[in-house]
C-alpha cells in the first residue's frame, strides 16, 4: 500500500503551485489537467512513433507518477504513455472536496480520460492504484484496454505484520502520533526506511536514485497537506476493504473484463503474496507473474521483465495498436 520515488531520473522543471523542483526523466514532459474541483498533474512520455494506443498509469499510496518512469520508457515503443498524480500526492494539489477514497481516485481517473479523450486505455495501477485501476475497470470498461496490476491492494483477511502501520495511518489521531514519534528522523532515515519496505532487495537502488529519493521526501515532508493525504487516503483504503455487495472490490475485480496481467512480488512486505492465486482467479482470463526477487514495487524493481510481460499481453490478446488510431496518430 506504500510506493517510494523512483531512482534514475535526471532533468528538472518548476511548477508555480509547489515548493521546490520537479524531477522529469529524459524525454519525459509533465503538464497540468486543470477540471472542476480538481487538478492533476500529468507525467508524459510521448510515444516513439505515431499511432500507438494510450496507456495510464497510477501510483500507489505515497508514491506519485515518477514511480512509472522506468517502466513507460521501456514501453515507449509500444504505447502512448501517461502517467498522473493521483489528487494530494505528487505534483497534484488535495482535491477540493478532501475525499481521498478510493472510489473519489477513480472517479478522478476517470473524468480525466473522458475529458481527455483517450479511452480506451492500457490501465496499469500499483498498490492503492490498483485498486483505483480495478474500479475504474469494473465500473467503465468502455475506458480500458487491458488491465495490469502490479501488487494491487485487495481485502485480505490476514493483513502482514509490516503492513499494519500504514493501515493504522486510518485511525482517527495515529497519524499525529506517528508524525510526534518520527520528527527525530531526518530525510535520509524516511527513505531508506520506505525503501527496504518497498523493495524486494533495497541494494538495487542506484546511489543517484537514493539521492534522489532523499531530495523528493524532503519536498513532500514540507507541504502542508502530507499527513493530511496519507492519512485520508489509508482511512479510504480501509474503507474499501469493508465495502460488501456490488461496491467491494472483489466483486468488481470479478465484473472486469478488460485482458488482465498480475504481478506479484515474493518479498512484497505490503501485499501478501500469497494473495496472487486468489487474485487470477478472481480476474477472468488473467494471467499471473510472480517475480520471488521482487517487493512491492516490481515496475521499479523489475520494469524489463513487467515490460516483456505487457508485450506479450498485447501480443495474445490482439490488444495492441488500435483501430481507432490512423498512421498520422490522430483518431
Not at 170 to 179: D, S, T
Not at 213 to 240: C, H, K, N, Q
Request: net charge neutral; hydrophobic share 40%; glycine share 10%.
Amino acid at each position: 500500500m506504500s510506493s517510494t520515488e523512483l531512482p534514475g531520473v535526471r532533468s528538472t522543471t518548476e511548477l508555480s503551485s509547489q515548493v521546490g523542483a520537479v524531477r522529469v526523466a529524459e524525454g519525459e514532459q509533465l503538464r497540468t489537467v486543470a477540471l472542476p474541483g480538481l487538478e492533476l498533474a500529468v507525467r508524459v512520455r510521448p510515444a516513439l512513433r505515431t499511432g500507438l494506443p494510450p496507456a495510464l498509469f497510477v501510483h500507489g499510496l505515497g508514491g506519485s507518477s515518477q514511480n512509472w518512469s522506468d517502466l513507460m520508457a521501456r514501453l515507449a515503443d509500444t504505447v502512448d504513455g501517461e502517467a498522473l498524480d493521483l489528487p494530494g500526492f505528487g505534483w497534484s494539489p488535495p482535491p477540493a472536496d478532501r475525499d481521498y477514497s478510493v472510489t473519489a481516485f477513480a472517479r478522478a481517473v476517470i473524468r480525466h480520460l473522458d475529458a481527455a479523450g483517450r479511452g480506451p486505455v492500457h490501465l496499469f495501477g500499483n498498490s492503492l492504484g490498483g485498486a483505483v485501476s480495478t474500479r475504474v475497470a469494473a465500473v467503465r470498461p468502455d475506458l480500458v484496454s487491458t488491465l495490469t496490476l502490479v501488487s494491487p491492494a485487495l481485502p485480505e483477511l490476514r493483513v502482514q505484520k509490516s503492513a499494519v502501520p500504514t493501515a493504522l495511518l486510518a485511525v482517527p489521531g495515529v497519524a499525529a502520533l506517528f508524525n510526534r514519534l518520527t520528527q527525530g528522523l531526518s530525510a535520509e532515515q524516511r527513505t531508506r526506511g520506505v525503501t527496504e519496505l518497498c523493495y524486494g532487495d533495497s541494494s538495487r537502488v542506484t546511489p543517484e536514485g537514493f539521492r534522489n529519493a532523499v531530495e523528493e521526501m524532503e519536498r513532500r515532508m514540507a507541504l502542508p497537506y502530507f499527513w493530511e493525504a496519507m492519512t485520508r487516503s489509508s482511512r479510504g483504503i480501509v474503507d474499501a476493504y469493508t465495502l460488501g455487495g456490488q461496491h467491494g472490490l472483489w466483486r468488481q475485480a470479478q465484473r472486469v473484463l478488460a485482458p488482465s496481467l498480475l504481478v506479484y512480488g515474493g518479498r512484497d512486505q505490503l501485499v501478501s503474496y500469497r494473495m496472487a492465486h486468489k487474485a487470477a482467479a478472481a480476474y477472468r482470463g488473467s494471467r499471473l507473474l510472480c517475480l520471488p526477487e521482487a517487493g512491492h514495487v516490481a515496475m521499479m524493481e523489475y520494469p524489463e521483465v513487467v515490460a516483456a510481460a505487457f508485450r506479450e499481453l498485447l501480443s495474445d490478446t490482439g490488444t495492441g495498436e488500435s483501430d481507432r488510431y490512423t498512421e498520422d496518430g490522430r483518431g
